[in-house]
C-alpha cells in the first residue's frame, strides 16, 4: 500500500502540484493510464512487474471500500457511499477529501461529477426532483474552495432521464446524457447556475447508442461508432451548441466496440476509449492510431463500457497507480 506520508511520494506530490499550474497549456500531456472497471478494479495501460494479467492487486485503497466511484476530472476520482457521502482522492498528489453531507439526501444512482478548476474541485449532482414527473431535476454543486453545498432549486427543469454513468468534466461544466424521451446532452455550470441542453452530434441517434460523451484538451467531446465501424469524434465549438468532426478512423476489425466515457488530456490528438472483444482500447481518432490496449474483460462490451471511469496520469507521480489499488466500481 502506498505511504503517502513517504518522502519519496511527498517529493513526487510537490512536484506535480508545480506541474498542475499549467495545466491549461496545451502542451501539457496527461495520457490516459488506465480505466476502473465494475468488478475487476483498476486496469493499467503497460505492463505491470506485480500482476501477470494487468490489473493492480487489491491491498487497500484510498477510495473506501463501500463506495461507489461516480467520475473522474484530470485525475481526480470521485465516489460516493452510503447516506449521500461523497470521496474525492487526487491521483496525482495523493490528498483525500471527504465531503460534508448534502442538506437533502441523494438517492444512490444520483447523476455526479467531479471537475476539477486549478487547485480547487467542484461536484455536480443532477438530483432528480421528488415533487415533480419523472424527468424533472434539479442541481445540487459542492466547491471545494468554500467547502460548502448549493442548490439550485429554481433550476427544475424537464430534461428526460439522466444517465448517471455518462457523466464527464469539460469546460467547468458537468455534462451527461439523457435517454429519454430523445437522447440529448445537459449540462450545468456550477459557477453560473447554467444549464445547458444539446442535441448530440450528427449520426448519434442512428449509432443504434453506440455514442459517448468525453473531453479533450478542456472540450466537450462525442464519440459516435457508426454502423460501417467507423469512430467519428466530435468537439463542441467554444460556447456555440455546434458539434466540429475532429477525427475519425476505422474499427473494422472490432464490428462489435462501444464507446465508453473518455478524457484526452494528450497533448496532440484525441484519445478515446473502447471495449472491444475483451480488450480495452485507447484509439487516438485524430492521428488515426491505437495508442493502448489492455485484455481481461469477462463481461459483455457494452456491459463493461457502460461503466467504465478512465484515469488520466501524471508521468511525474509514478506511484498514483497504487491509490487505486483495491478500488472498483460497484455493478
Sequence with gaps: ML???????????????????L?????????????????????PFGKQEDSSDGVIP?????VPASFTVLSSSVGLVLSRGPWSAYHVVDTLSGARHHLPRPSRAHRSDTPSVVIRRGADFA???????PHSADGVYTFDSYSSS???????????????AVDPDSGVAAAGSAYWRTS??????????????????????????????????????????????????????????????????????GLAWWPSAVPARFESCSATGVQVVLAAEGNVVVADLERERIVSTAGLLQETAAA????????????????????????????
Aim: aromatic content about 6%; some cysteine.
Design 3 to 21: 505511504n503517502l506520508s513517504s518522502k519519496k511520494f511527498q517529493e513526487k506530490a510537490m512536484a506535480s502540484d508545480s506541474e498542475w499550474e
Design 180 to 249: 429519454s424521451p430523445s437522447p440529448m446532452v445537459v449540462g450545468y455550470d456550477p459557477s453560473s447556475c447554467r444549464v445547458r441542453i444539446l442535441t448530440p452530434p450528427a449520426g448519434a441517434w442512428a449509432s443504434k447508442d453506440r455514442w459517448q460523451l468525453g473531453s479533450a484538451r478542456g472540450r466537450l467531446c462525442c464519440v459516435v461508432l457508426t454502423e460501417s465501424s467507423d469512430a467519428l469524434a466530435y468537439a463542441l465549438e467554444g460556447s456555440t451548441d455546434k458539434w466540429r468532426l475532429v477525427g475519425s478512423m
Design 146 to 160: 468554500s467547502g460548502r453545498w448549493s442548490h439550485a432549486d429554481e433550476e427544475k427543469i424537464a430534461i428526460g
Design 23 to 43: 495545466i491549461d497549456r496545451e502542451e501539457e500531456d496527461r495520457p490516459i493510464l488506465g480505466v476502473l472497471i465494475p468488478s475487476v478494479g483498476f486496469l
Design 123 to 129: 461536484v455536480v449532482c443532477a438530483v432528480a426532483d
Design 304 to 331: 463493461a463500457a457502460k461503466k467504465m471511469v478512465p484515469i488520466v496520469g501524471n508521468p511525474l507521480a509514478e506511484e498514483y497507480v497504487e491509490v487505486l489499488g483495491s478500488a472498483s466500481v460497484s455493478d
Design 58 to 62: 487489491g491491498h487497500g485503497s484510498a
